[in-house]
């Protein structure tokens, strides 16, 4: 029993992680026609410049530095790189273009941190298991719950309560008419695009404190965080959410029964979903089917 | 003789004296036979991409599948190299009949996503199955065989002879895929990729159409893919994947999706430059790749072929 809420927790917080991770991609994949291949990489970026600032500015500083500067570059990116792609219909480009920035990241991160893992020391309050049955249920594993769980409040809020937010919701579904009306599209995307990377680092951050930081963590994130967005929904956000939490929580427990195929069962969810609703639990009827 | 015959012919002498000539500009017949490998996992893949516009991110599964099929067959079905490539061309091609019925009705990005996530079940599925596949450190218990031409037996140990090898087996897949092209079903297709609403409007089942494009560049880069693990000697997972699809459909791009031999190109100039960079910077030869894929999204979206397609229109 203790065992499988073990693996049942794991997968929550596995799936909270593919969820946050899943909302920031879905919305640059809505906004901005971009699957940005490199959103893992933005992820390891987070993690990694939050473990290189961390001993100076403490955790909670890095907590709050990591993203910001995954956002950052995620606008320099958009700005220098992904704008060219806008009048490109055709998403080839854009999926090789953002592919060939993963790997230079993956590189670059490798280059300058090295290819071993390096340990992400986290507070020592947040560290000790809440109690002694629960032994997996430390102080730090709630905490990134939380911390997943305000940071999606944050999002919907702001799309649906502030006037940018509720620009970029207009944007996804009309563009060329949010841009007649005015608005300015350039900005509207950029900005998005950096709120996409900046969820990316934040998950970065918080995952460091959970897994070990390598390199590579992009490269097994980014494809459960397709999954996610396909099982939700292409085109919902709550969608996204959803498919995050149940791929994550049927990925925790299916290691509980039958270890070898919990990488797989995944993607067997996806074929099944596909099979049963082809637009994803919460997507909408017609969009890129 | 019309150029496009006068090219088609030129090319196929250069590929016949290969061995001749190649070593005059610095490479060697292993070099070449894993350039028409890719070239040929890539023409597979633009039959999808450049002919029928389904953007397919994920022919790495049905490339590897390919080579396992190879490999598997070799240990424990069969001694011959011909049929081991044969039952390798079957396998990736079933494994894209059956996966082909899940993504035949998606479009665009979509598309793209969900070839890439169930190329990753093969991936998965290879580096778990231990007794079978050899897990993570993939498998290398077979070798190529040497083949039985009735008059004579050919060893395909040495590169030489290996390259002819493949090259015959490459004929055959290019000709299957340019005889797909000029047939109606080829011509269907384009309409797809051109306007796919207005061909469903004619009453094409474009979802069938979709299906047919996908299993048949499926059974190709089953074969493309049964020739690399014979070239190797060796399958592992990392051909199956996502990386390698992304490669394959960069030399697609590289090369340019609209013309027949555009993936040759790119094969030829993707193999050529991982070749160089892997052995003077082999460490950071990711971050080259990387920027070449960036660098031939916005300077040459219409690959090479499709440059000097516009220069020679133009003059």
């Known amino acids: 029993m203790e065992l499988l809420l073990f693996d049942g927790f794991n997968g929550l917080i596995q799936g909270a992680f593919y969820a946050l991770m899943a909302l920031g991609l879905s919305l640059i994949i809505s906004l901005n026609s971009v699957i940005n291949f490199a959103h893992g990489g933005f992820m390891v970026i987070g993690a990694y410049l939050a473990f290189s600032l961390a001993p100076y500015i403490g955790f909670w500083g890095a907590l ?169 929904g292409l085109g919902s956000l709550f969608g996204s959410v959803l498919g995050g939490l149940l791929i994550g929580l049927a990925a925790g427990l299916t290691s509980a029964f039958y270890p070898v195929a919990s990488d797989v069962v995944i993607y067997i969810i996806m074929a099944l979903v596909l099979i049963v609703r082809p637009r994803g639990l919460l997507g909408q009827e017609g969009l890129f089917e | 003789m019309s150029r496009r015959t006068g090219a088609n012919c030129a090319i196929w002498l250069a590929l016949l004296t290969v061995p001749l000539w190649l070593p005059l500009i610095g490479g060697y017949s292993a070099l070449a036979s894993r350039v028409l490998v890719y070239a040929l996992g890539a023409m597979a893949l633009n039959l999808l991409l450049g002919f029928t516009g389904c953007m397919s991110f994920g022919e790495a599964a049905y490339f590897g599948l390919g080579g396992y099929g190879t490999g598997l067959a070799l240990t424990y079905l069969t001694d011959s190299s011909v049929a081991a490539v044969i039952a390798g061309t079957i396998l990736g091609g079933s494994g894209a009949c059956i996966f082909g019925l899940l993504v035949m009705r998606r479009r665009g990005i979509y598309f793209a996503m969900v070839t890439v996530a169930i190329g990753q079940i093969f991936y998965f599925v290879a580096e778990r199955w231990n007794t079978l596949t050899g897990g993570e450190d993939g498998l290398s218990s077979f070798s190529r065989q040497p083949v039985h031409l009735g008059f004579a037996t050919v060893p395909l140990t040495s590169a030489g002879p290996f390259y002819y090898f493949v090259l015959f087996f490459f004929a055959i897949g290019a000709a299957i895929l340019a005889f797909v092209l000029h047939s109606p079903l080829g011509h269907t297709f384009v309409a797809i990729r051109e306007n796919r609403r207005r061909a469903q409007f004619l009453g094409v089942h474009v979802e069938r159409y979709v299906w047919a494009s996908f299993a048949i560049a499926g059974f190709i880069a089953g074969l493309a893919g049964a020739l690399n693990a014979l070239q190797n000697n060796f399958i592992s997972p990392a051909n199956l994947f996502w990386v390698e699809s992304g490669n394959l459909v960069i030399m697609a791009v590289l090369g340019g999706m609209r013309s027949f031999w555009g993936p040759l190109v790119g094969a030829i100039i993707f193999v050529g430059i991982q070749d160089y960079v892997s052995s003077y910077f082999p460490n950071n030869w990711e971050t080259f790749i990387g920027a070449l894929f960036i660098g031939a999204v916005i300077f040459f979206p219409n690959g090479i072929l499709g440059i000097i397609r516009q220069r020679t229109k133009t003059a």
Do not use: H
């Not at chain 1, 300058?112 to 430390?138: D, H, K, N, R």
């Not at chain 1, 990134?144 to 509720?166: E, H, K, Q, Y």
């Open chain 1, 64 to 232: 709050l530095a990591g993203p910001i500067l995954a956002g950052v570059l995620g606008i320099i990116v958009e700005r220098v790189l992904v704008r060219y792609m806008y009048s490109r219909p055709d998403p080839v480009y854009s999926l090789l273009l953002t592919f060939g920035l993963a790997l230079i990241i993956e590189d670059t991160v490798r280059s300058i941190w090295g290819a071993q893992g390096v340990p992400f020391t986290i507070p020592a309050a947040l560290g000790s298991p809440l109690s002694s049955t629960y032994f997996f249920l430390t102080g730090y594993r709630l905490f990134v719950i939380v911390a997943i769980t305000l940071a999606t409040a944050a999002l919907f809020a702001f799309l649906r309560l502030s006037s940018f937010g509720i620009r970029i919701r207009a944007g996804i579904l009309d563009l060329e008419m949010v841009s007649a009306l005015g608005v300015n599209v350039y900005l509207l995307r950029s900005v998005n695009f950096a709120i996409g990377t900046l969820l990316a680092g934040f998950a970065g951050v918080l995952a460091a404190g959970v897994l070990q930081l390598v390199p590579t963590m992009g490269n097994d994130v980014i494809m459960a965080t397709f999954v996610a967005i396909v099982v939700g």
